[in-house]
């Protein structure tokens, strides 16, 4: 089984950035496909961006597409989100979430491991 926990949340002035880490521990960290969602306050949790096991693949919301960038380096076991040009509409608690699978996933209910969630708070 695996352990995520992720780092790098923060508060950021609208247009700025910030880069999440995810660090995994407990398994081998190439045999999970790794995604980040993200839960805005009062509304339910939405995918934000996936990447394959080998990290060649990668496909992202439509609200984010452009701007942010998910990557990994499985000899440091990490997955990490890239946010640029960040608006107000990207405040919210985001999630490393990983399967133990060769398919990534947009769907919340594929990812078994999560991690504690990171806050970001964009301010206008």
């Known amino acids: 089984q695996v352990q995520l926990v992720e780092s790098g949340g923060g508060l950021v002035q609208a247009g700025g950035s910030l880069r999440l880490s995810c660090v995994a521990s407990g398994d081998t960290f190439s045999n999970y496909a790794m995604g980040w969602f993200r839960r805005a306050p009062g509304k339910e949790r939405e995918f934000v961006a996936k990447?394959?096991?080998?990290?060649?693949?990668?496909s992202y919301a439509d609200a984010v597409k452009g701007r942010f960038t998910i990557s990994r380096d499985n000899t440091k076991n990490t997955v990490s989100l890239q946010m640029n040009d960040l608006k107000p509409d990207d405040t919210a608690v985001y999630y490393c979430?990983?399967?133990?699978?060769?398919?990534?996933?947009?769907?919340?209910?594929?990812?078994?491991?999560w991690g504690q969630g990171t806050q970001v708070t964009v301010s206008s």
């Open positions: 979430a990983g399967r133990r699978s060769i398919f990534d996933s947009r769907i919340y209910d594929d990812y078994s491991h």
């Open positions: 990447l394959s096991r080998s990290g060649d693949s990668t």
